[in-house]
């Protein structure tokens, strides 16, 4: 299982202490870190297909300030996919109007046939990579139909259809960005916490310092701006259930990467 962290805030956060314990946690995850910094439309991205603890780099970039109001970072236990640059998270397109997508994912898509036209579109080869894939022919697909950019309360609609066509038996956690909306979906039990202080809202799959953290909303999207709520979703009902057959279909899948 990967890990996610993340933060939507009114304004920057000085956040060194927080990234370097989730990024210790590198030991049991250790195909992949990445972050993703947010100005406006515009994506600073910093990843590598290397173990957290062990990427001079990373340590070095811990040492200087990180002081942001909005980014996600992701650590890799690769399930699907190889162990490339390409399948390391998180992920960024572009829509038709340039508007910039960024996605983080902690999961495994099981069953979704929607998905699988995408395995020959996409750079990489995770499931993670073709929900973005997915998300941006939709919102191309609505956007040319509308001949204009969609509004944000337009793409959080799409978004959240989006999610309840896919959540069912598939394990969807994941963080989202679009310039403007911050994204944050969980459908299984314990797997993502938030921290929420006034104009702040952090988001971590394992609770981090000495925060006070609370489960997220199981089953339903939600967005937030400048660390506030502003949309949720729909309560699609899809929780996920750890099952044998899913665990033998993972070690099958991870004993041939």
């Not at 650590?75 to 190889?82: D, N, S």
């Not at 999961?107 to 998905?115: A, M, N, Q, S, V």
């Not at 994941?174 to 994204?183: A, H, N, R, T």
Request: glycine residues 6%; contains cysteine.
């Amino acid at each position: 299982m990967c890990e996610l962290f993340g933060i939507s805030a009114s304004k920057k956060q000085m956040l060194n202490v927080l990234l370097g314990e989730f990024f210790s946690h590198g030991i049991e995850h250790p195909h992949g870190w990445g972050m993703a910094f947010f100005y406006g439309n515009a994506v600073s991205l910093e990843k590598q297909p290397e173990n957290s603890c062990k990427s001079s780099y990373l340590k070095q970039r811990l040492r200087t300030p990180i002081e942001t109001d909005r980014m996600i970072a992701h650590i890799r236990l690769a399930t699907r996919g190889g162990m490339e640059y390409e399948d390391t998270h998180p992920f960024v397109k572009r829509d038709n109007y340039n508007r910039v997508w960024t996605l983080a994912h902690n999961g495994t898509i099981f069953e979704c046939e929607k998905l699988d036209s995408f395995i020959h579109v996409q750079h990489g080869r995770t499931d993670s990579e073709r929900i973005l894939c997915y998300i941006i022919s939709k919102i191309n697909k609505a956007q040319e139909k509308k001949n204009a950019p969609l509004l944000k309360e337009e793409r959080f609609q799409l978004v959240d259809e989006i999610l309840c066509e896919i959540s069912s038996e598939n394990k969807i956690n994941l963080i989202l960005d679009d310039g403007e909306l911050y994204y944050v979906h969980t459908n299984y039990k314990d797997s993502l916490f938030q921290c929420h202080k006034e104009g702040i809202t952090m988001f971590s799959t394992k609770p981090l310092g000495r925060e006070c953290w609370e489960n997220v909303p199981m089953n339903r999207l939600l967005a937030y701006q400048k660390g506030q709520l502003c949309y949720t979703g729909t309560n699609h009902g899809c929780e996920f259930f750890d099952s044998e057959e899913k665990m033998r279909l993972l070690f099958l899948d991870y004993a041939v990467l």
